[in-house]
């Protein structure tokens, strides 16, 4: 197949573009800085700039690709985009990246109208931090907005958006979990942990379901190839509350317990998105994607994972 890759030099992108090529894909891969399609064009793509913003830009590199699929992997997470991350204001985070999940998705989904493209995968997200007794979402369960708390709702509509948007237009919602592995972000986790300044916040009982992130490359490979239609979680076997992975990832670095601080004495530093996450987050489930895509996540809990990460 012919695929497009947007965002092929973020975090998932950079494993997923080697995993097509792997399986005999003919790759196009976007990025919006001049520096990086080097990068691209080392993992076996061709590369192109391209706005996701801008609807021209995004016309004109989807018709000059024709691809047969479209992946939508665009984000600006990365400290190029947002410095050093404040958690007390994650709308000042998500800025772009929301805008790039609503009008960066119109641009794509019109590009393929425009081109004939019919299949169209995008990047959601498997962090839920509100109603943690309900039991593991699962993807008959929309994410409503009303039910987070007031800051992260603005961050929900974007990802509502998405979902609704790809899937209404026959292709596939997949709802990354917490990623770790190359280029996941867990090494500043870790830098912190050894530091003793990742404590576990209330209690810890927030839930995270973590995916090693080229297991959330190998679904969205599986997913593009079988034109899979409809919304996935992405998310490894185990989910598990901050108060038994956090200790366990201190311990496979050789760091001391973290610390256990209240809830009201962080919330000034940490802001309402880190105590919600690390307090009220829900777990996800994966038996549809291991279903319906046949997934088999290389990594089924994230106690081996982490170990290997640590090693």
Partial sequence: MRVFVAGGTGAVGRRLVPQFVARGHQVTA???????????TRLGAEATLMDGLDAASVGQAV??????????????????????????HPERIAAITSR???????????????TGVT?????????????????????????????LPAKLRFMARPLRYVEDAVVKAGGAALRYGVFYGPGGGIENQIDLVRKRRMPVIGGGAGYFSWVHIDDA???????VEQRANGVFNIVDDDPAPVSEWL????????????????AWLVRPLAGEMGVAIMTEGRPFANAKARRELGWEPRYPSWRTGFKEEAA
């Fill in 30 to 40: 976007t990025t919006t800085h001049p520096d990086r399609l080097g990068l691209l």
């Fill in 217 to 223: 490359a190998s679904a969205t490979v599986l997913a």
């Fill in 100 to 114: 790039l999940r609503t009008t960066g998705t119109d641009h794509l989904l019109a590009a393929a109208e425009a």
């Fill in 247 to 262: 200790p366990y990832l201190a311990a496979c670095v050789g760091a001391k317990r973290p610390l256990r601080i209240p």
């Fill in 63 to 88: 018709a000059h690709a024709r691809p047969d699929a479209i992946v939508h992997q665009m984000t600006a997470l990365s400290p190029d985009y947002i410095g050093k991350p404040d958690f007390r």
């Fill in 119 to 147: 299949h169209v995968v995008a990047q959601s997200l498997a962090t839920w931090p509100a109603h943690r007794d309900a039991g593991p979402v699962t993807e008959d369960e929309a994410l409503p907005p009303e039910q």
